[in-house]
DNA sequence: GGCTTATCCTGGGCGC
DNA sequence: TGCGCCCAGGATAAGC
Protein backbone atom coordinates (compact mmCIF):
# COMPACT_ATOMS: atom_id res chain seq x y z
CA UNK A 1 0.00 0.00 0.00
CA UNK A 2 1.37 3.40 -1.05
CA UNK A 3 2.43 5.71 1.63
CA UNK A 4 5.36 8.17 1.00
CA UNK A 5 8.49 6.46 0.03
CA UNK A 6 6.37 4.31 -2.19
CA UNK A 7 4.94 7.57 -4.02
CA UNK A 8 8.45 8.93 -4.16
CA UNK A 9 9.77 5.73 -6.05
CA UNK A 10 6.79 5.84 -8.14
CA UNK A 11 7.36 10.00 -8.79
CA UNK A 12 10.87 9.44 -10.06
CA UNK A 13 10.06 6.54 -12.21
CA UNK A 14 7.08 8.76 -14.09
CA UNK A 15 9.81 11.88 -14.24
CA UNK A 16 12.33 9.75 -16.35
CA UNK A 17 9.50 8.00 -18.80
CA UNK A 18 7.47 11.18 -18.87
CA UNK A 19 8.95 14.15 -19.16
CA UNK A 20 8.25 15.79 -22.36
CA UNK A 21 5.62 13.14 -23.26
CA UNK A 22 2.45 14.43 -25.32
CA UNK A 23 -0.96 12.76 -24.30
CA UNK A 24 -3.19 11.40 -27.17
CA UNK A 25 -5.66 9.70 -25.63
CA UNK A 26 -7.42 8.74 -22.44
CA UNK A 27 -9.94 6.32 -21.84
CA UNK A 28 -11.83 6.01 -18.40
CA UNK A 29 -12.64 2.61 -17.70
CA UNK A 30 -13.86 2.87 -14.57
CA UNK A 31 -15.32 6.45 -13.61
CA UNK A 32 -15.01 6.43 -9.95
CA UNK A 33 -11.21 7.01 -10.64
CA UNK A 34 -11.95 10.04 -11.27
CA UNK A 35 -12.42 12.62 -9.05
CA UNK A 36 -12.74 15.87 -10.65
CA UNK A 37 -13.93 16.91 -13.63
CA UNK A 38 -16.29 14.44 -14.56
CA UNK A 39 -14.89 11.22 -16.57
CA UNK A 40 -16.21 12.82 -19.70
CA UNK A 41 -14.97 15.59 -19.15
CA UNK A 42 -11.65 14.50 -17.91
CA UNK A 43 -11.17 12.10 -20.99
CA UNK A 44 -11.96 14.82 -23.88
CA UNK A 45 -9.46 17.63 -21.63
CA UNK A 46 -6.88 15.60 -20.45
CA UNK A 47 -5.13 14.85 -24.53
CA UNK A 48 -3.19 17.07 -25.98
CA UNK A 49 -1.29 17.78 -22.81
CA UNK A 50 2.65 17.53 -22.51
CA UNK A 51 4.12 16.43 -19.07
CA UNK A 52 6.74 18.57 -18.02
CA UNK A 53 7.16 18.67 -13.38
CA UNK A 54 6.38 15.99 -11.49
CA UNK A 55 6.30 16.70 -7.24
CA UNK A 56 5.05 14.83 -4.58
CA UNK A 57 3.35 16.15 -1.78
CA UNK A 58 2.59 13.64 1.21
CA UNK A 59 0.99 10.87 -0.62
CA UNK A 60 -0.25 12.75 -3.29
CA UNK A 61 1.32 12.75 -6.32
CA UNK A 62 1.44 16.77 -8.79
CA UNK A 63 2.07 16.08 -12.37
CA UNK A 64 2.11 19.28 -14.16
CA UNK A 65 1.09 20.11 -17.65
CA UNK A 66 3.39 23.19 -19.91
CA UNK A 67 0.51 24.99 -20.21
CA UNK A 68 0.29 25.30 -16.67
CA UNK A 69 -2.60 22.60 -16.57
CA UNK A 70 -1.73 19.89 -14.22
CA UNK A 71 -2.82 15.64 -13.05
CA UNK A 72 -3.01 14.76 -9.63
CA UNK A 73 -3.27 11.20 -8.12
CA UNK A 74 -3.59 9.75 -4.88
CA UNK A 75 -2.86 6.10 -5.25
CA UNK A 76 -4.46 5.46 -1.99
CA UNK A 77 -4.14 1.50 -0.94
CA UNK A 78 -3.88 -0.58 -4.00
CA UNK A 79 -3.51 2.30 -6.86
CA UNK A 80 -0.12 2.19 -9.75
CA UNK A 81 0.65 4.16 -12.11
CA UNK A 82 2.77 2.17 -14.39
CA UNK A 83 4.46 3.23 -17.81
CA UNK A 84 3.92 0.49 -20.62
CA UNK A 85 4.07 -0.42 -24.07
CA UNK A 86 1.24 -0.81 -26.44
CA UNK A 87 2.59 -4.86 -26.57
CA UNK A 88 2.16 -5.37 -23.01
CA UNK A 89 -0.16 -7.27 -21.17
CA UNK A 90 -3.64 -5.02 -19.54
CA UNK A 91 -3.99 -5.74 -16.03
CA UNK A 92 -7.36 -7.00 -15.13
CA UNK A 93 -7.61 -3.66 -12.29
CA UNK A 94 -6.58 -1.08 -15.65
CA UNK A 95 -8.78 1.72 -14.57
CA UNK A 96 -7.89 4.58 -16.85
CA UNK A 97 -5.54 4.29 -19.84
CA UNK A 98 -3.49 7.27 -20.95
CA UNK A 99 -1.71 6.53 -24.54
CA UNK A 100 1.05 8.98 -25.71
CA UNK A 101 1.77 9.89 -29.12
CA UNK A 102 5.53 8.22 -28.57
CA UNK A 103 3.67 4.62 -28.93
CA UNK A 104 4.24 5.00 -24.54
CA UNK A 105 1.36 4.16 -22.32
CA UNK A 106 0.30 5.06 -18.43
CA UNK A 107 -1.62 2.69 -17.00
CA UNK A 108 -3.52 3.39 -13.84
CA UNK A 109 -4.35 0.01 -12.03
CA UNK A 110 -6.30 -0.01 -9.08
CA UNK A 111 -7.75 -3.40 -7.54
CA UNK A 112 -9.80 -1.51 -4.55
CA UNK A 113 -10.44 1.58 -6.64
CA UNK A 114 -10.40 4.01 -3.86
CA UNK A 115 -7.36 5.81 -5.77
CA UNK A 116 -8.09 9.45 -7.68
CA UNK A 117 -7.55 11.08 -10.43
CA UNK A 118 -7.96 15.23 -11.19
CA UNK A 119 -7.37 17.26 -13.47
CA UNK A 120 -6.79 20.57 -12.57
CA UNK A 121 -7.35 23.45 -15.41
CA UNK A 122 -4.03 26.31 -16.22
CA UNK A 123 -5.94 29.18 -14.18
CA UNK A 124 -6.43 26.65 -10.79
CA UNK A 125 -4.03 25.49 -8.57
CA UNK A 126 -4.12 22.07 -6.87
CA UNK A 127 -4.82 23.21 -3.68
CA UNK A 128 -8.05 24.75 -4.60
CA UNK A 129 -9.53 21.72 -6.42
CA UNK A 130 -8.08 19.02 -3.23
CA UNK A 131 -8.94 20.97 -0.32
CA UNK A 132 -6.45 18.14 1.42
CA UNK A 133 -3.02 19.54 0.01
CA UNK A 134 -4.13 22.81 2.28
CA UNK A 135 -4.23 21.24 5.30
CA UNK A 136 -1.21 19.09 5.05
CA UNK A 137 1.51 18.84 7.94
CA UNK A 138 5.65 19.49 7.03
CA UNK A 139 7.13 17.10 4.22
CA UNK A 140 9.35 14.51 6.63
CA UNK A 141 12.12 14.58 5.02
CA UNK A 142 12.99 18.10 5.04
CA UNK A 143 10.70 19.99 7.11
CA UNK A 144 9.69 18.30 10.48
CA UNK A 145 11.40 19.55 13.74
CA UNK A 146 10.66 17.68 17.42
CA UNK A 147 10.27 21.24 18.30
CA UNK A 148 7.30 21.28 15.73
CA UNK A 149 5.83 18.37 17.26
CA UNK A 150 6.22 18.61 20.88
CA UNK A 151 4.12 22.40 19.97
CA UNK A 152 1.18 20.11 17.79
CA UNK A 153 1.16 17.34 20.41
CA UNK A 154 1.12 18.73 24.00
CA UNK A 155 -2.45 18.81 24.21
CA UNK A 156 -3.09 15.77 22.36
CA UNK A 157 -5.05 13.02 24.32
CA UNK A 158 -5.12 10.65 21.58
CA UNK A 159 -2.38 7.35 21.34
CA UNK A 160 0.67 8.42 19.21
CA UNK A 161 0.18 5.94 16.56
CA UNK A 162 -3.20 7.77 15.13
CA UNK A 163 -1.16 10.70 15.60
CA UNK A 164 1.77 9.74 13.39
CA UNK A 165 -1.28 8.69 10.55
CA UNK A 166 -2.78 12.36 11.04
CA UNK A 167 -2.10 13.71 7.85
CA UNK A 168 -2.58 16.96 8.80
CA UNK A 169 0.33 16.79 11.58
CA UNK A 170 2.90 15.25 9.18
CA UNK A 171 2.58 14.53 5.47
CA UNK A 172 3.32 10.89 4.14
CA UNK A 173 3.28 8.44 7.00
CA UNK A 174 1.19 5.39 6.81
CA UNK A 175 0.29 2.53 8.84
CA UNK A 176 3.12 0.10 7.97
CA UNK A 177 5.67 3.27 8.26
CA UNK A 178 4.33 3.95 11.81
CA UNK A 179 4.79 0.94 13.14
CA UNK A 180 8.27 0.36 12.07
CA UNK A 181 9.12 3.82 13.14
CA UNK A 182 7.60 3.43 16.77
CA UNK A 183 9.42 0.22 16.82
CA UNK A 184 12.73 2.07 16.23
CA UNK A 185 12.03 4.48 18.96
CA UNK A 186 10.96 2.04 21.63
CA UNK A 187 7.54 3.53 22.15
CA UNK A 188 4.45 1.52 22.30
CA UNK A 189 1.83 2.83 19.68
CA UNK A 190 -1.02 3.52 22.29
CA UNK A 191 1.17 6.28 24.46
CA UNK A 192 -0.50 9.41 24.91
CA UNK A 193 1.23 11.80 22.62
CA UNK A 194 1.35 14.30 25.07
CA UNK A 195 3.17 12.27 27.22
CA UNK A 196 6.45 11.88 24.75
CA UNK A 197 9.62 13.51 26.04
CA UNK A 198 11.75 15.85 24.35
CA UNK A 199 14.18 12.99 24.14
CA UNK A 200 11.97 10.93 22.74
CA UNK A 201 10.52 13.05 20.17
CA UNK A 202 14.63 13.80 18.88
CA UNK A 203 14.44 9.92 18.66
CA UNK A 204 11.28 9.74 16.82
CA UNK A 205 12.07 12.82 14.12
CA UNK A 206 15.37 10.99 13.78
CA UNK A 207 13.29 7.83 13.23
CA UNK A 208 10.90 8.56 10.35
CA UNK A 209 14.00 10.22 8.07
CA UNK A 210 16.28 7.46 8.99
CA UNK A 211 13.03 4.57 8.22
CA UNK A 212 11.90 6.39 5.31
CA UNK A 213 14.47 7.12 3.34
CA UNK A 214 15.65 3.45 3.85
CA UNK A 215 12.48 2.39 1.88
CA UNK A 216 13.12 5.07 -0.87
CA UNK A 217 16.50 3.33 -1.37
CA UNK A 218 15.01 0.32 -1.29
CA UNK A 219 12.45 1.06 -3.79
CA UNK A 220 9.30 1.08 -1.18
CA UNK A 221 7.46 -1.30 0.06
CA UNK A 222 5.83 -4.34 -1.48
CA UNK A 223 3.62 -5.41 1.21
CA UNK A 224 0.38 -6.34 -0.15
CA UNK A 225 -0.43 -4.53 -3.62
CA UNK A 226 2.49 -2.04 -4.17
CA UNK A 227 4.48 -1.42 -7.62
CA UNK A 228 6.23 1.57 -9.01
CA UNK A 229 6.33 2.83 -12.24
CA UNK A 230 7.54 -0.03 -14.07
CA UNK A 231 5.64 -2.19 -12.26
CA UNK A 232 8.01 -3.98 -10.23
CA UNK A 233 7.98 -5.03 -6.55
CA UNK A 234 9.47 -2.63 -3.95
CA UNK A 235 11.72 -4.41 -1.16
CA UNK A 236 11.20 -2.93 1.54
CA UNK A 237 8.98 -5.82 3.12
CA UNK A 238 12.16 -7.95 3.22
CA UNK A 239 13.01 -5.07 5.89
CA UNK A 240 10.12 -4.51 8.33
CA UNK A 241 10.76 -5.25 11.80
CA UNK A 242 7.07 -5.28 13.30
CA UNK A 243 4.71 -4.71 10.68
CA UNK A 244 3.14 -8.11 9.48
CA UNK A 245 5.13 -9.70 11.50
CA UNK A 246 2.27 -11.06 14.01
CA UNK A 247 3.81 -14.13 16.43
CA UNK A 248 6.98 -14.00 14.96
CA UNK A 249 10.13 -13.12 17.24
CA UNK A 250 11.41 -9.72 17.67
CA UNK A 251 14.57 -8.77 16.09
CA UNK A 252 15.96 -7.00 19.46
CA UNK A 253 14.35 -9.14 22.19
CA UNK A 254 12.92 -12.17 20.55
CA UNK A 255 9.85 -11.45 22.15
CA UNK A 256 6.47 -12.53 20.22
CA UNK A 257 5.40 -9.10 17.99
CA UNK A 258 1.78 -8.76 18.77
CA UNK A 259 -0.95 -6.50 17.39
CA UNK A 260 -3.91 -4.38 18.91
CA UNK A 261 -6.63 -1.99 16.90
CA UNK A 262 -5.88 1.12 17.05
CA UNK A 263 -7.94 4.38 15.42
CA UNK A 264 -9.41 1.71 12.67
CA UNK A 265 -5.80 0.21 12.02
CA UNK A 266 -3.72 -2.92 12.90
CA UNK A 267 -0.56 -1.62 15.11
CA UNK A 268 2.05 -4.07 15.51
CA UNK A 269 4.71 -4.03 18.02
CA UNK A 270 7.33 -5.77 20.88
CA UNK A 271 5.83 -5.73 24.11
CA UNK A 272 9.23 -6.24 25.44
CA UNK A 273 10.81 -3.35 23.52
CA UNK A 274 7.62 -0.98 23.32
CA UNK A 275 6.32 -0.90 26.85
CA UNK A 276 3.95 1.58 27.58
C1' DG B 1 -12.99 21.18 18.84
C1' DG B 2 -11.03 16.70 19.59
C1' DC B 3 -11.40 12.15 19.02
C1' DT B 4 -13.29 7.59 17.48
C1' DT B 5 -15.88 4.83 14.39
C1' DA B 6 -18.14 3.67 10.00
C1' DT B 7 -17.92 3.69 5.18
C1' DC B 8 -16.19 2.96 0.64
C1' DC B 9 -14.14 -1.29 -2.21
C1' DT B 10 -12.05 -5.75 -3.83
C1' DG B 11 -9.45 -9.93 -3.56
C1' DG B 12 -7.04 -13.25 -0.79
C1' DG B 13 -7.16 -16.43 2.96
C1' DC B 14 -9.53 -19.38 5.81
C1' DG B 15 -13.03 -22.56 7.63
C1' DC B 16 -16.78 -25.41 6.70
C1' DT C 1 -14.86 -27.46 -5.18
C1' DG C 2 -17.68 -23.80 -3.76
C1' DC C 3 -19.58 -20.78 -0.61
C1' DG C 4 -19.56 -17.27 3.01
C1' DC C 5 -17.10 -14.60 6.17
C1' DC C 6 -13.31 -11.74 7.69
C1' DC C 7 -9.47 -8.79 6.96
C1' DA C 8 -6.50 -5.28 4.88
C1' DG C 9 -6.39 0.35 4.97
C1' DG C 10 -6.39 6.18 3.30
C1' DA C 11 -9.43 9.68 3.41
C1' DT C 12 -13.63 11.50 4.78
C1' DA C 13 -18.14 11.89 6.96
C1' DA C 14 -20.77 11.11 10.89
C1' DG C 15 -21.37 10.63 15.61
C1' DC C 16 -20.08 11.07 20.44
Given at each position: MPELPEVECVLRGLEKSLAGERIESVKVLREQSIACPSAKSFAKLVPGRVFSDFVRRGKYLLMSFDDGSGLACHLRMSGALVVKTKEEEK???LRVLFKMQSGKELHFEDMRVFGRLWFVKSSTKFQEVI???????PEPL???THNYLQEKLATRSQSIKAALLDQELIAGIGNIYADEV???TGVHPQTRASDLSTAKLKKLVENIRFVLEQAIVAGGSSIRD???SF????NYQNE??????VGLSCTKCERKIERVKLAGRSAHFCPR????
Open positions: DKHPALNKMGTDLLFLYKDGVNGALVYGRCQRR
